[in-house]
């Protein structure tokens, strides 16, 4: 929840002005660039952006990544040397924005939320991912350092398939790609937790258990809060005619979209069972309150017509006064016949219970 | 509840004719004026309507606002000088309006609704706010003073940004941008609200948690009765192809459309929360229950059984008549025999109990 | 539910075979009619239905209205002057229909569901309303005298407005207007009792309270099936290129058509809070549930415990035989002490109770 | 659920192969003709199918009926003398499907379920009808004798309406129209139980109202089941553009769309009533708990402090050793002072019953 | 759940790269080939997938079926040999799909899963098949022997129906259609155990009942996972133009796709009665809470009274002190008084507890 308190800091300023929406996380901004061609590829992290503005008229392909947004000045100087729209540098500092991509003439903006699932602490971490992309070059920005990129550099440097013989757009793609399989991880790392609850809520059914499911479920309202509208930016992209992407990537976007939506399957499957545990949770607390009720009620009915026996030979009828005045009392048998009622009386009240199917 | 009330005074009366539904808020009515454009701003409070009639030709671009709608007349003048269609003048008195944009040839009316959180009070107020903007002219009206657009207003004499040098579309699109945002800080206070909640409803439910729980309910109802139609109301405004409204503006329109959207998303997942809570609560309500019957049947099981132990040896049998007669009343160790019993009995219990898990 | 008891009693007969499928309300049929032009304005009750052709041939714009549907062969007489199809007036006749529009070439059938709250019962009533409308005629059916035309009325007879002027279909518009608008009334009836519940199920549930929701649960149902097809009604009217409706009328059609969802909006808002209202109740009741077994938990283990000392002390050990037998029974101050004894349990307890948050 | 069993006999044979799935129930295959134009009519029973052969060149329309389908040459013979595709046939021998309409060139063919209400057994009864009308015939079939199509059959000996002059398409209209008519009286059988069981679920809710309640639901999820795809069927027969369907005929699909749509409407509105009632069954049990719990708590704590009294002065301490030790067993008044007593306390405890509203 | 965890070990692999997810269930990869024409057919078991590539040029249609996905290399070449995209092979290996249809230039390849009902050990088992064809030829692929197609192999054999006659479409729809054949068979063993549940919920109700219940609806969350896109893909093949499918055989589809909506509206079916045994065993759970609940009130209302009268008797007042102290104890007829006193007030308990419906 407290992630959406400084999101109103924007308001009443006017449309287009960058401002940091976020927690300010990175102590200093970190810079790198990978630029590479088919034959060649130069790795470097800058010390400031002034240096990679000679990058941008070089015939390779530039991924420029920067992690820390709080420095507004340097996005608005990459952003005027790469003809980024001051709606998109804004929006680039906003990192509560909901997923989604805006295709200009010159480039592409796509922001998407790249999620991990913290299993020590049975934590869902999120973060926002800006990428922009255009003729010959990547941007991406996000807050943290560290990200789920590191195959897509190993296979820049390794030179393998595809990836330095095609432009920027199938870059941009695989760095999508590799957020969405970064969310098989995190369903796992859920998954996992589900069928330990699972187990947990038919075993032992204890109050922090509910409090466990309900993190689950909040956990999975906010990856579908995601995964939604990745889905439809996915296929915006997919469908839009827009020359920046070419016929043979839409081929792998598809292959996306299919993942995507295979994740979304999942996350609501997930839903459902969640919603399912919550339901044995629920009956599991009725159906110890039947057994709490009853013990109570076994000992109630058994002991409370022997008490009343005992009861009634504690009477302080005079026997002297009348035959008639239990004469029990003095009886040979008295006491044991007394004994014997209250065991017999026990014995059927036990046997009703049998009955019940109570014991 | 109370505000559809005066709706229906409206009921039988010819369409077209101004009346206003809404209670009399404002003592007198209050008119400004801001006159401006490129080079010059002039703001002015107006005693009565028709001194800003002559403001109508001027090549300014003018933004007229009322504040308080009782004054039926004034609105009829006002509409007639600048040709505002009698069912426009209708909607703008009528105070319990569905967010909604009608386009006309020379206006466009936009009809929303201006929500602020009263943190101290913990409710959510909600004001309509109507827009009627054409060729170089804004007006604007509600039933209140005070309204969220005073960094317009700064924006505007301080002419910064593209404000003070484009057309009337786009002051209009700065009051409803103006209105988005303020959503932002109204999801705040409500998020704020909703933490306290669930501490509470996981530390003390009370009965009263169970009403709040609803308040907050009802407020993310209310807050969504206004959230979908505003959000087609700007798509309608963004795709309708009427001149008033320029291309460089559509985009800006498209920003407001992705905020309307993530406030969506927030209030839909503020609903989820809620539902949570609700479900929370009744299970810890459950487990109140539980536990007070947990009590009771230790109790009683575990004093029941000692009771008839007293109550056996409180019987009046003759020991004289009979050995067999209780003659445990005899005995050298009978009473230490009984307590030590009873004390017995007592462990018994507790053991099984513990082994129950109930203590 | 009686309601549709009697449509099936047309099962099996061929289709356009005119049958009164409803409640004989009426005992006799009544017939007016309001014969108007620009100028002029005629108004009278017709002993029978022959009466009204001379009418139909005339200049003038003719409104006839039938009360009473059981007279079958009037029915077929007026439809065959106004050369409606047998389908038509098969569906007047049948009082249980859906709202809906039928557009022919000559004319247009619009059945539509009339509702009042009648405050003093709390009963939501309701009667079908048929409007046909054509070149310079329109002809309205209702079981039972007395409907919401009468502003209607008032302002044909005053020449209020635009409806003199008018063509037919301005008419039947303004009826249709006066039907929506009777909505608001009935909405206010509903929510007025709304309210009353509210407080009554936070202060003083009883069952019958749950009988009350449910009732009014029941009427909103009821109200939302009249009223999503009431939408798409209006909406086809707009959207439909008949030349029977004039394109100055089709503005307002779309004022009632902004009307119409504003009903729905507060109808699904009704039904909203009154799901909430169904949850107070229920945790209400487990709310006073738990209070009574508390009060049974705390007289059983507060009571319990003392008996059994009573109890202790009431048995028999002969205190002759044995100085270990009870030698409590001889102390000086054994009686006190055995009360002391029980008055500490006492207040040991109600300090337990007290700390379980339960006094 | 026993209904699906056979349908997997079918599993691996080959498409197009007519094999009857479905109960036996029929001994013996009954066919029948009748045979119609303008002027003449002729109905008879046939022995074998052979016999209906020649009718098929005849300037006439036909109308044959098969009642029993486990004779599955007789369904080849008829469907290869009229032409009909092996897949049809198949169809036409499945008892399970899903209501359609298949358009071929020659050939429409129609499946649906004929809904019975049997309200001596309180059950839903349902039979699968198949129509197939072409050029001058018609050809239905069903596992068992009896049908809805007395009605049609006497309008088409008493040559009533437009049936006898008009084509196939009328009469294969007729007979569906004939089916969704027969829906309404089905609703009557439920709608008459409901309110049956609407007032025993206040009046005296026992464990087998909820099995009827759910009676009542499941049969209303099977009435859905067969309704939403015919809606479907007759909406993709109104608008196809097949020369079947003459254009005068289309008008009265429509109204038996509007009349499903009713149908569809008021199931819809019983699903929402059987769910109150749902509610209002559970809350009763709710209720009836808190009423034993009442009584339970009453006479525990009313008697629980009388017995502890009478407890006390059973103790038997001894009154000689000490002037402290029970003196009141030696008042003159201290049996009335203690019975006194127990009545002072029952009667506080009745009072503070009556003032928490349990009395 | 565990099925997902192998998903993850493709995340950072370039696209197109073949790995195969899923477990490794077969020890060596078994490869069958059946080669026919209209005239002869030739079936064989290939010791290695290079036996294969002779086949592809002959004029004959060819069925290759790969069991056993682990042999990465394997897979390679066979594709190669009939030029399948690299995407598709990676789609082949990766056992955990959705169902879909992707549809190429040359081939077409389609994902579905075969469901089987272990009816002994009450499971659904699940595995992924996917096919392949273009021209002449017809792939499949699964990991574990054993499936559905014996019937269509069978068909094959015997040269019966148009299977050996048409072209390879016609295989792979026969196939697809024994697979939907075959959810008709899962459908029925899990309505055989919906049946069996829903006596016990009523007759015999356990903890163990409500796990079954969930099992039940967790599976009918599967099937419903992979039939709505088998719908989908099913629907898109029919609709696409590609030439790899006939006309002829579209009719065919349409067939299948209509058994696959009867098979999700039966699941639906089913989850709307799974839903409903959910309610009916939650409130079989509360009516034996108040049956517990009734006893235990009946017991102690009744005993309570009683033990009272007894503890009266049992007071020791002096009766020589006084004659107002406890007279009784003296009376001729005391203790029949005394046991008859407690007999009326049983008897009194019994008839409230009688009127009041509990016995």
């Known amino acids: 929840m407290t992630r959406l308190k400084k999101v109103s800091k924007k308001a009443g300023l006017p449309p287009g ?82 997923p989604k991509a805006d295709i200009f003439d010159d480039y592409i903006y796509i922001v998407l939320r790249m999620h991990s699932y913290d299993s020590g602490k049975r934590q869902l971490l999120s973060e926002q991912m800006s990428i922009i992309f255009g003729h010959k070059f990547v941007l991406t920005f996000q807050e943290r350092e560290g990200d789920v990129f590191d195959p897509v550099r190993a296979r820049l440097r390794a030179n393998k398939g595809r990836i330095r013989k095609a432009e920027s757009d199938y870059l941009a793609y695989s760095l999508v790609d590799a957020v969405v399989d970064n969310y098989f991880k995190v369903l796992e790392g859920i998954g996992g937790e589900i069928e330990d609850m699972e187990e947990q809520v038919v075993a032992k059914p204890v109050p922090a258990t509910l ?30 005619e827009t020359p920046l992407i070419r016929k043979t990537t839409r081929i792998y976007l598809r292959d996306i979209y299919d993942h995507t939506i295979q994740v979304i399957d999942t996350v609501e499957t997930y839903r459902d ?87």
């Open 17 to 98: 002005t960058p401002v940091h929406v976020g927690e300010r996380v990175a102590e200093t901004v970190k810079i790198t660039i990978i630029d590479y061609d088919r034959d060649s590829i130069e790795e470097k992290e800058l010390a400031s952006i002034e240096e990679c503005f000679p990058y941008k008229d070089r015939p390779t392909t530039k991924w420029i990544t920067i992690y820390g947004l709080h420095e507004v000045s340097l996005i608005e100087k990459l952003g005027s040397c790469f003809d980024i729209h001051p709606l998109t540098q804004e929006d680039v500092l906003n990192t509560e924005q909901r």
């Open 211 to 240: 409090r466990k499911i309900h993190d689950l479920k909040r956990e999975s309202i906010y990856l579908r809060k995601s995964l939604w509208p990745l889905r439809e930016l996915i296929s915006a992209l997919e469908r839009d």
């Open 273 to 359: 069972i969640i919603a399912g545990m919550l339901d044995v949770y629920l009956s599991s607390i009725s159906n110890r309150m039947n057994e709490i009720m009853k013990v109570l009620t076994i000992f109630a009915a058994l002991f409370i017509p022997l008490t009343l026996i005992a009861g009634i030979y504690g009477m302080n009828f005079n026997t002297e006064k009348s035959p008639l005045n239990m004469p029990e009392l003095n009886w040979y048998f008295g006491y044991p016949m007394a004994l014997g009622l209250m065991i017999i009386v026990a014995i059927v009240m036990l046997g009703y219970f049998k009955r019940k199917n109570w014991l």
